[in-house]
Nanobody, 127 residues
Framework: QVQLAESGGGLVQAGGSLRLSCAASGRTFMDNHMAWFRQTAGKEREFVAVINSSGGSTYVDSVKGRFTISRDNAKNTVYLQMHSLNPEDTAVYYC?????????????????????WGQGTQVTVSS
């Protein structure tokens, strides 16, 4: 089992920045793929970014150049640094973890592929 706990959400003005954190506890973290998703009311959960065990990452097009995902395996923590936020980024942001028995270069962007989820943190961007 892996437990995930997000933090760092809040209210920010358009153009501002936030950094989300996701602390993982439980079983092996280092080989897991870690991802961020977001969801607004009435919509499906949307992929935002994923990072593999070697630090490789990919992003949804709408956040490329503005968001950066990173991980600190020593702290069992994954981060999402968000810059140039706009009202369309308003959502509940979820951290997710996918069990990986070993290193894999494949990036998983479907929510159904992930095994563990945090409780979510609200990000609200005002115009």
């Amino acid at each position: 089992q892996v437990q995930l706990a997000e933090s760092g959400g809040g209210l920010v003005q358009a153009g501002g920045s936030l950094r989300l954190s996701c602390a993982a506890s439980g079983r092996t973290f280092m080989d897991n793929h870690m991802a961020w998703f977001r969801q607004t009311a009435g919509k499906e959960r949307e992929f935002v970014a994923v990072i593999n065990s070697s630090g490789g990452s990919t992003y949804v097009d709408s956040v490329k150049g503005r968001f950066t995902i990173s991980r600190d395996n020593a702290k069992n923590t994954v981060y999402l640094q968000m810059h140039s936020l706009n009202p369309e980024d308003t959502a509940v942001y979820y951290c997710a973890s996918k069990k990986m028995p070993s290193y894999s270069p494949i990036y998983y962007t479907a929510a159904a592929a992930y095994d563990y989820w945090g409780q979510g943190t609200q990000v609200t961007v005002s115009s």
